[in-house]
């Protein structure tokens, strides 16, 4: 099974700044990762596919990058919107796998 | 617009069993692997099963398998899974997701049923 960490459990951040967001695998996942937002109450809401690909009216500010077995998600500027639990999740390999997210918290 | 409803939640007993469903529509729910997504209270999400678009390939996690059964109807847009021997860790959200393509990740969520597994 592919082990999916997520770092940091919890990230306290001001309005308006960046937040960055990390998941590493056990193992390679030759791109096939996800990340999702959700709130409380709420199903999770696709956010980038493929490590890098934003998803159908994803506001540009989400993007993700991937070096090897470690992948970002960056929120370049943080709205008050933006303030949600947020999950990493390979779909390279079986079983499916989430990372155990990461709360974007407001500073 | 797609949309997924799941049904079927309720409180059990531990070794009960229980058959949720997700009726699909807005789009052709015999193109797309389904899958099952569940997350228990105040935890993160775990991927439950996945089934492809005829029902020839069908997945499991470990801690459901022989347990938990997926199915289809294409016929009736319906996505189901039976659960038997329902323990207390099997309390949980759980969730419809359908993928943008093939075995891609889920572009689209039900709202969720609530198992509640207690004596």
């Known amino acids: 099974e592919i082990v999916m960490t997520q770092s940091p459990a919890t990230l306290s951040v001001s309005p308006g700044e960046r937040a960055t967001l990390s998941c590493r695998a056990s193992?390679?996942?030759?791109?096939?990762l996800a990340w999702y937002q959700q709130k409380p109450g709420q199903a999770p809401r696709l956010l980038i596919y493929d490590a890098s690909t934003r998803a159908t009216g994803i506001p540009a500010r989400f993007s993700g990058s991937a070096s090897g077995t470690e992948f970002t998600l960056t929120i370049s500027s943080l709205q008050s919107e933006d303030f949600a639990v947020y999950y990493c999740h390979q779909y390279n390999d079986w079983p499916r796998t989430f990372g155990q997210g990461t709360k974007v918290e407001i500073k | 617009e797609v949309q997924l409803l799941e049904s079927g939640g309720g409180l059990v007993q531990p070794g009960g069993s229980l058959r949720l469903s997700c009726a699909a529509s807005?789009?052709?729910?015999?193109?797309?692997?389904m899958s099952w997504v569940r997350q228990a209270p105040g935890k993160g999400l775990e991927w439950v099963s996945s089934?492809?678009?005829?029902?020839?390939?069908?997945y499991y996690a470990d801690s459901v398998k022989g347990r938990f059964t997926i199915s289809r109807d294409n016929s009736k847009n319906t996505l189901y899974v039976q659960m038997h021997s329902l323990r207390v860790d099997d309390t949980a959200v759980y969730y419809c997701?359908?993928?943008?393509?093939?075995?891609?990740?889920?572009?689209?969520w039900g709202p969720g049923t609530l198992v509640a597994v207690s004596s």
């Open positions: 193992q390679s996942l030759s791109g096939n």
């Open positions: 807005g789009f052709t729910f015999s193109s797309y692997a």
């Open positions: 089934i492809s678009a005829g029902g020839v390939n069908i």
């Open positions: 997701a359908k993928p943008s393509s093939a075995w891609s990740p889920f572009d689209y």
